[in-house]
DNA sequence: TTCAATCATGCATGTTTGTGCACGTTTATG
DNA sequence: CATAAACGTGCACAAACATGCATGATTGAA
């Protein structure tokens, strides 16, 4: 049947290779070359994107944005998804608070929607969200060595900075939230900065999309029970939902 | 039907990274550039604009520029006099430097210039010139109180911290630049944060645009012999110039 | 071998998405 | 005020899409 024979695993390693080299890929082209159906040049790539392996697109596919990619990148992904979750963390943030924002895509989204407020002392260590909050807030810039990754200062400087902050609250970012692994970072060094501020704020909040719940990210920041709140999406599960709350967290629902 | 076809995904990167290079924009390059209509155009950039990506305006659109301290909107006043200052600027830093960028408009033009040259190190007290080179350069950031009007952390905590550096260049921003007052910023913790890594660092160098030659402001920095050189713009006058040759400065002229 | 179960695939179906065009409105500029 | 360019919107259409189903190949146990 297949005139260059293919198995399904050898057709979507290939596609891997393609992607991985041009970063991008279109189904017809793919079904010219594996001389199959678009369908399943579509089922490969679906299949693929669930795995993380590719972003379905319209078209076609790309390469997946790594996990440990310069936040801004992340943030024009879904931006509606977001703001709306940026909206629901926001009602939070009170008069005279000292907050602390973590690095995140969605705390950037945060920092935008903040303009309102007033009267409250913002800190952070993440660059992007400083530059967003600058003539909005009292702003606190926690300095240190920025990490490319994580697109914040994260360093033995940072840490000892951090750790002179008492928030009212910090609204951490996170790779994963998962009940047992509690919130989860990318590495060591932004695990411990998370760890720390997140001790010595009088409440914690986290917001998650769908796509982070239930990911159990290499490095843990603190327990889920530790987490006062958190901030989901309308449609997630049921039983996530059960689960977080079952430790003790207040589950709030974005717009 | 596309010529060269690209995915929408793919556009409206290349539009963005169009936006980060060049500050803005028009529909009508654009649709000529990808072959697609300008409706289509517009309707990406309407998309991108809501999702804080772009500023549209009418023929086109300008990169996000939403927070800008008082120092930030002059960068948007004449930008192409700047970029020649910052491009006669850049050709300083060398591989392997330490650069302290202070607060400025101009050092936001020297930090998106920046982009090319690899293995040095930038230190900086202000967020949106870290925003800039998060993803460019090896990055070390000033943290502190930040400053609304000066658009940087110059607080004690900052001035703790920059005293840690020795850089190998700094280039200072100026609210002015004359012969006797010698460089000057606009208030006294800025100038203090300024004279201590300007003391701090190997050499020390500044830029200046026609308004701000000769004016006074009210509180000095470091003597104007103290700055090694002093980049300014092709039309200044001469006798400005010999003023300030006549101290020992090497004055570089902008392209 | 034989038969049933599983799998990958293509095709037909109805839906969604991106795009261009026509229309009337707004905007910049002389 | 006049004019042309840029604009937003509704509409139409084709391409890309998800899904269900039928088909033929492959596998594994009887």
Request: glycine share 8%; proline share 3%; hydrophobic share 50%.
């Given at each position: 049947?297949?005139?260059?024979?293919?198995l399904?695993?050898?057709?979507q390693?290939r596609?891997?290779?393609?992607?991985?080299?041009?970063?991008?890929?279109?189904a017809?082209?793919l079904a010219?070359e594996f001389s199959?159906?678009e369908?399943t040049?579509?089922r490969?790539?679906r299949?693929?994107?669930?795995?993380g392996l590719?972003?379905?697109?319209?078209?076609?596919?790309?390469?997946p944005?790594?996990?440990?990619?310069p936040?801004m990148e992340?943030a024009?992904?879904q931006?509606?998804?977001?703001?709306?979750l940026a909206r629901?963390?926001?009602?939070?943030?009170?008069?005279?608070?000292?907050?602390?924002?973590d690095?995140s895509?969605?705390?950037l989204a945060i920092a935008?929607?903040?303009?309102?407020?007033?009267?409250?002392?913002?800190?952070?260590n993440a660059?992007?969200i400083a530059?967003?909050l600058m003539?909005?807030v009292?702003l606190i810039?926690?300095?240190g060595?920025v990490?490319?990754?994580?697109?914040?200062?994260v360093g033995?400087?940072?840490l000892?900075d951090?750790a002179?902050l008492?928030?009212?609250?910090c609204?951490?970012?996170?790779?994963?939230?998962?009940?047992?692994?509690?919130?989860t970072?990318?590495?060591l060094?932004?695990?411990e900065?998370?760890?720390?501020?997140?001790?010595r704020s009088r409440?914690?909040?986290?917001?998650?999309?769908?796509?982070?719940?239930?990911t159990?990210?290499?490095h843990?920041v603190i327990a889920m029970?530790?987490?006062?709140r958190?901030?989901?999406?309308?449609?997630?599960?049921a039983?996530?939902?059960?689960?977080?709350?079952?430790?003790?967290?207040?589950?709030?629902f974005?717009?």
């Amino acid at each position: 049947m297949n005139a260059s024979d293919f198995l399904v695993q050898e057709r979507q390693v290939r596609i891997r290779e393609k992607l991985a080299t041009s970063g991008r890929v279109l189904a017809g082209d793919l079904a010219l070359e594996f001389s199959v159906s678009e369908d399943t040049i579509r089922r490969d790539l679906r299949e693929m994107a669930a795995a993380g392996l590719c972003r379905r697109v319209y078209g076609g596919a790309l390469a997946p944005v790594p996990p440990t990619a310069p936040f801004m990148e992340r943030a024009a992904e879904q931006p509606e998804r977001k703001h709306s979750l940026a909206r629901a963390a926001v009602q939070f943030i009170e008069q005279g608070m000292l907050v602390f924002l973590d690095a995140s895509s969605t705390n950037l989204a945060i920092a935008r929607e903040i303009s309102s407020i007033s009267g409250i002392t913002v800190a952070t260590n993440a660059p992007l969200i400083a530059s967003a909050l600058m003539d909005k807030v009292d702003l606190i810039l926690i300095g240190g060595t920025v990490d490319r990754r994580v697109g914040a200062a994260v360093g033995g400087k940072a840490l000892s900075d951090v750790a002179l902050l008492r928030p009212d609250l910090c609204i951490l970012g996170a790779c994963g939230v998962e009940a047992q692994a509690g919130i989860t970072a990318f590495h060591l060094e932004d695990a411990e900065l998370k760890r720390v501020i997140a001790r010595r704020s009088r409440s914690v909040m986290t917001t998650a999309t769908a796509e982070k719940l239930g990911t159990a990210a290499p490095h843990d920041v603190i327990a889920m029970a530790e987490c006062g709140r958190l901030v989901v999406e309308q449609d997630t599960a049921a039983e996530t939902i059960r689960d977080i709350e079952a430790l003790g967290v207040e589950v709030i629902f974005a717009a």
